[in-house]
């Protein structure tokens, strides 16, 4: 059974390469507004470097998403990414009527609804997770669409820094079998009860990358 999320929906998240802390991000549902005549979630994540890593590689990541409040496909995504010297300003509108998306000057045709890399996390929530199901997301950014599958690989308990949680196991894939930026792996927790992520790890050849739910503070 899936789960709606509400207004002011927030999620604080510790950062941490291998087992050194590198920073915190948040995910937020900030506001409800209406595109087309329907409702839509106006999703907020934001990434920042702390302590002494902020110093070596700068990190301010700001990323938005409008998410459609019943079936949970995107309407559109900007991103604002600073990673040390490397910059990045991004955006796109996905207009289903035209069946095409929007970035800058640029116009793609598209073929049905899509996710982008914010609302896909609120689209699994509403699914019926089962130990063993696969289910198939189309994923838009960068003017590209890449297809996945994610496999519900199995269920665990882990123990959070709120109490002990249980939760689905996910493994994305991309459709077309190819690897991961950087040939990383990963592996992504949903809470049953509240169907949020709640530990999101990346391996990659160099080392793990890992996301921890810290904070949790439900919306109305």
């Not at 045709?109 to 609302?119: E, F, K, M, W």
Request: charged share 25%; with cysteine; net charge positive.
């Amino acid at each position: 059974m899936g789960v709606t999320p509400g207004i002011g929906e927030k999620m604080t998240f510790s950062m941490w390469y291998n087992f050194i802390k590198v920073g915190v991000s948040y995910l937020e549902v900030n506001s409800l507004d209406t595109i087309n005549g329907r409702g839509v979630y106006r999703v907020v994540y934001q990434v920042r470097s702390t302590g002494m890593f902020d110093k070596i590689f700068k990190v301010r990541d700001f990323f938005e998403s409008w998410i459609d409040v019943r079936e949970y496909f995107s309407y559109g995504f900007a991103k604002s990414v600073h990673e040390g010297k490397y910059r990045k300003e991004y955006s796109v509108r996905f207009n289903y009527d035209k069946m095409v998306a929007v970035a800058g000057e640029d116009t793609m045709a598209i073929d049905g609804y899509l996710s982008d890399p914010v609302s896909v996390f609120y689209y699994v929530r509403a699914l019926n997770l089962e130990e063993g199901k696969e289910f198939f997301v189309k994923s838009f950014d960068n003017n590209k669409i890449r297809q996945y599958k994610i496999v519900v690989i199995g269920v665990k308990r882990l123990v959070m820094p709120y109490g002990e949680e249980g939760c689905f196991v996910l493994a994305p894939f991309h459709v077309d079998g190819s690897p991961f930026k950087y040939g990383g792996h990963a592996v992504i927790y949903v809470s049953i009860k509240r169907k949020i992520p709640v530990v999101l790890e990346t391996r990659f050849k160099f080392g793990t990358v890992k996301m921890k739910l810290e904070k949790y503070q439900e919306g109305e």
